[in-house]
């Protein structure tokens, strides 16, 4: 195989030949989800946050999966070292978003920068974290450096790798390899993982199973599954969730002869108002999960009067939905994605 052995150097300079095309991305990505327009200093660096004494106890995780997994973590963070301040960083606004309910004020969140060194030194001058916790696969190797070189320790939690991923990190040779051999420790899924990972030089390596075995359903999400159960009728409900980009029209085929009363939860909120106009297109009768009133539901006696479809157009409900059904399908393996986890965060 062939290893091109790229050098850091090129490769910051490919990420600052790219800088002048990141606003357009950002713009691109708000025309589905505005809150993209949000907080763009942060994403290169500049921070105005008001920061107390506490030491900080810093963990990234980049999305909606990951920043539920870790709710353990931080609750476990939160009850050994309550005089340390927990900062988390996102990618996305809607793993913000969901930091922000499940943990409120009780830590802080803003995003990571791009790994640019100038972003990067920025970051870490501003918040200066005692140690880094990085969920799953995000290996940014500026920010490796820059911490190794300021000797905070980096710690790679929850980590999986898959053969394609790892196949792609070879081919960038010293790089790569200096990079995960930067990490000071590595807390795997599987024993796979931990062999792909090893691989690439990674040390110190440990395999824990998945973080999120451990996450709780919340307290009152079942009973909210039997309620929604309720309004939703005697026929089967049949739940398709975590849907992906091509699969709702799928799914539509498939169940358009079915006596059932169907949910359909796409993956990805930004995702919601396509979903929505593929059922009108369809001219489908569909109702959204925000929409829905009890006692409305309640006065259609006839099962024939209820939708056919409801939408699940919120997030953080995965529990309540699979609660509600008596049969699901998870989404993401009908088309080539790899399958989403059937784990409900």
């Known amino acids: 195989m062939r290893k091109y052995h790229m050098p850091k150097f090129v490769y910051s300079i490919l990420l600052c030949l790219a800088l002048p095309f990141v606003p357009l991305k950002l713009l691109w990505r708000a025309m589905k989800q ?6 763009w200093s942060e994403r290169f660096g500049f921070y105005n946050l008001t920061l107390n004494n506490k030491e ?5 995780c980049v999305s909606v999966g990951e920043t539920r997994a870790a709710e353990p973590l931080v609750n ?14 996102h990618g996305t606004p809607t793993g ?3 930091s922000r309910k499940l943990f409120g004020n009780n830590v802080l969140r803003v995003y990571l920068p791009y790994d640019l060194p100038f972003a990067i030194n920025g970051f870490l001058n501003y918040f200066a974290p005692k140690i880094g916790l990085i969920m799953e696969t ?7 450096s820059a911490c190794n070189h300021r000797d905070i320790p980096l710690l790679l939690l929850n980590a999986r790798l898959s053969e394609k991923s790892a196949h792609g990190y070879r081919k960038l040779g010293d790089l790569a390899i200096k990079g995960v051999q930067g990490l000071n420790a590595v ?4 024993k796979e993982d931990a062999a792909r990972l090893q691989s690439l030089g990674a040390q110190h390596l440990t395999v824990v199973g998945n973080l999120k075995f451990d996450v709780k359903p919340p307290e009152d999400a079942f009973e909210k599954g039997l309620q929604l159960r309720k309004q939703l009728g005697k026929k089967p409900v049949f739940l398709a969730a975590s849907t992906r980009d091509g699969e709702e029209a799928l799914i539509l085929d498939a169940i358009k002869d079915l006596d059932l009363q169907t949910i359909i939860v796409p993956r990805h909120p930004q995702r919601f108002d396509e979903v929505a106009t593929l059922f009108k297109q369809r001219d489908i009768d569909f109702a959204l999960k925000t929409s829905l009133n009890r006692n409305s539901m309640k006065a259609n006696k006839h099962e024939a009067s209820r939708p056919y479809i409801i939408l699940g157009n919120t997030m953080g409900e995965l529990f309540t939905y699979y ?3 008596d049969f699901a399908f998870i989404g993401g393996s009908l088309l080539n994605y790899g399958g989403q986890n059937l784990i409900a965060v």
């Open 34 to 39: 505005p809150e993209y327009l949000k907080n």
């Open 56 to 60: 900080i106890i810093w963990l990234h």
């Open 76 to 89: 476990a963070l939160k009850s050994t070292y309550p005089k340390h301040q927990i900062l988390i960083t």
């Open 96 to 98: 913000r978003e969901t």
């Open 138 to 144: 995000e290996l940014w190797f500026n920010l490796i």
């Open 187 to 190: 807390a795997a899924q599987t």
């Open 323 to 325: 609660a509600a059904c």
